[in-house]
C-alpha cells in the first residue's frame, strides 16, 4: 500500500472557524491532490500541488487553500468553514502527471462543520 | 470541457454471474486514460483497472475487463463472477492529455451483490 495519512480522520467544527487538514506521503511522489467526495457529485478536485511550494487550483477551490512546504505534506485550510463543505476529503498522490500514473488515495477525513 | 457520466446510480447481482457498469466521457483530448476505482463502504477507493486512449486491447485485471468502445465513448467496467465482497460503490475516471496528473469523477454507481 502506497504511505498516504490523513490527520485528523474525523473533525466536528463550527461555522466560522478555520480547519486544516494534512496529507503525509512516504512515497517521494511530486503530484499531490486534495478532493471532497458528497453524494451525487463523485470527487471533484479542489487544489493539487505539482512539486514543492508550487500548486494550483482545482474545479472547487473557492474556500478552500493549500500549501506544501515540504515534498511530503501538503496542507488543505478552509479559511472560515461553512456548512456546505461538510465532507469527506482524500488526498491523493501520483508519481507523475502525464501518461498512466495511477493515483494513490488516503484514507479520507471526514468533515462535519455544524 | 471533460465530463463523465455513470448513468447507474445503483444495480443489483446475483452472486457468480457477471455486471456491466456503464461509463460514459466526453472529452476533446486525443490521448487521455480512464480508470475504475472501488469504494467499500469501510471508505478508502481502491484503484481496479486503466485504459489508455491509444491502447489497443481492452484492458483486463483479473476478474475485472474494461469494454473500451472509442468511437461511443464508452468504457464500461465488466466484472466477471460476481462475489459479495464486490459489493461498493464503483468510480469511472479520466485523465486528459495535461500533465497535471488531473482526474475528473463521475457520479459512481453502487453495486450489490445478492447471495
Known amino acids: 500500500d502506497a504511505g498516504i495519512t490523513q490527520s485528523p480522520r474525523h473533525k466536528v467544527t463550527e461555522t466560522g472557524t478555520p480547519v486544516t487538514l494534512r496529507c503525509h506521503q512516504t512515497e517521494n511522489h511530486r503530484y499531490m491532490y486534495w478532493y471532497r467526495q458528497d453524494p451525487g457529485h463523485g470527487l471533484r478536485l479542489i487544489h493539487y500541488?505539482?512539486?514543492?511550494?508550487?500548486?494550483d487550483k482545482g474545479e472547487v477551490s473557492d474556500g478552500y487553500s493549500v500549501s506544501r512546504s515540504k515534498t511530503e505534506d501538503f496542507l488543505l485550510t478552509l479559511e472560515s468553514a461553512t456548512s456546505s463543505q461538510t465532507s469527506v476529503y482524500f488526498c491523493?498522490?501520483?508519481?507523475?502527471?502525464?501518461?498512466?500514473?495511477?493515483?494513490?488515495f488516503g484514507p479520507g477525513t471526514r468533515l462535519t462543520v455544524l | 470541457a471533460q465530463k463523465i457520466t455513470q448513468t447507474q446510480p445503483g444495480m443489483f447481482v446475483q452472486e457468480k454471474e457477471a455486471v456491466t457498469l456503464d461509463c460514459t466521457y466526453d472529452t476533446s483530448d486525443q490521448s487521455y486514460g480512464l480508470f475504475w476505482y472501488k469504494q467499500p463502504s469501510s471508505g478508502e477507493m481502491i484503484f481496479l483497472i486503466y485504459?489508455?486512449?491509444?491502447?489497443?486491447q481492452n484492458a483486463t485485471e483479473g476478474r475485472y475487463s474494461l469494454n473500451f468502445q472509442k468511437a461511443r465513448k464508452s468504457a464500461n467496467l465488466v466484472i466477471s463472477a460476481s462475489q459479495l465482497g464486490d459489493s461498493a460503490m464503483y468510480f469511472c475516471a479520466m485523465k486528459g492529455s495535461s500533465n497535471t496528473g488531473k482526474l475528473i469523477f463521475g457520479q459512481g454507481t453502487t453495486l450489490q451483490v445478492k447471495p
Open positions: 491523493a498522490i501520483s508519481e507523475e502527471g502525464r501518461g498512466y500514473n495511477e493515483q494513490f
Open positions: 500541488s505539482y512539486g514543492v511550494k508550487d500548486t
Open positions: 485504459q489508455g486512449s491509444y491502447d489497443e
